[in-house]
């Protein structure tokens, strides 16, 4: 007969190295089992890369999808130690996407290419993820300096993140870009925007999944080259359309 004593030291052994992998892999550790994913989705953003991917805390295995950059953003991604996924749907969400499908770790982290995030920042928002604190985390932008945020924007996202908590009972104050939660469960979550709606609809439906979501601050920076959404009239128009679309859906 196996004394009930030895299933309490089997027991406490397994917590152990569960709590010890969680806890290598928030931190970045060089096993493979320990490493998380990140999704760079990509247009044209070859002034940004070299920096952002020299930025990748250690463990963090950038993964750069390319949506038809025609300025070289592939082969510098590739010349700088990421995975690369060519991607021929247009599409912020569409990149966002194949990104996730192209993962492999069991966490998984977004960030834009353009140089507004710091890759330094991630663990800031994966470790909820890995302490088993979120399903869903998100970094709220905290803008550093003139032009990281023009205020059109900022008001706009103000505006969905109401909508979001009337609609949804999520409390978050920001849609951002950095998010990070575990592979499988985002790939069973129904989203079905491939476009500026992709954010704002992996909320919805992890909301909607039961999912705890949570937020923390994170810098956000000028991006580098030029803005093409936030900063023309018809990237500002796309977003907002598409993003209400999620929220009448
Ligand atoms: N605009 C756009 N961006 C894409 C697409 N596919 C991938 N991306 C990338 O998605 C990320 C977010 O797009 P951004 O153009 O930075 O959008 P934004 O942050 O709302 O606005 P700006 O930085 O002001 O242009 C960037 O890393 C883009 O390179 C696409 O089809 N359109
Ligand atoms: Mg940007």
């Known amino acids: 007969m196996w004394p009930a ?52 805390p250690s463990g963090y295995r950038p993964i ?9 953003s592939p082969s510098i991604a590739a010349d700088h130690g990421a995975t690369v996924v060519h991607v021929p749907q247009r599409g912020y969400g ?18 834009d290419a353009d140089g507004s995030l710091d890759p330094a920042d991630l663990p800031i928002v994966s470790d909820l993820v890995c302490d088993d604190l979120a399903d869903l985390a998100l970094g709220r932008r905290r803008p550093q300096g003139a032009g990281a945020w023009p205020p059109h924007a900022r008001l706009g996202n103000v505006v ?35 476009r500026f709606g992709y954010p704002l609809e992996t909320v919805v439906r992890a909301a909607e999944a039961g999912w705890r979501v949570s937020e923390r601050d994170v810098p956000y920076y000028p991006r580098t080259g030029k803005s093409k959404v936030t900063g023309t009239v018809g990237g500002t128009m796309r977003t907002v359309r598409d993003m209400r679309k999620v929220l009448a859906s």
């Open 64 to 72: 750069v999808a390319d949506n038809g950059s025609t300025d070289g």
């Open 94 to 111: 569409a990149a966002c996407h194949a990104g996730l499908d192209a993962a492999k770790h069991d966490v998984v982290c977004f960030m």
């Open 160 to 194: 969905v993140a109401s909508a979001l908590r009337r609609r949804s009972g999520v409390h978050v104050r920001d849609i951002g870009p950095m998010r990070a939660a575990r592979r499988e469960a985002l790939l069973a979550l129904p989203i079905s925007d491939r």
């Open 5 to 56: 004593r030895w299933n309490r030291v089997a027991a406490s052994r397994h917590r152990f190295v569960r709590a010890f992998v969680l806890l290598a892999a928030c931190h970045g550790r060089s096993v493979s089992a320990m490493e998380i994913d990140v999704v760079l989705p990509c247009l044209n953003e070859a002034g940004a890369l070299p920096w952002l991917l020299s930025r990748m």
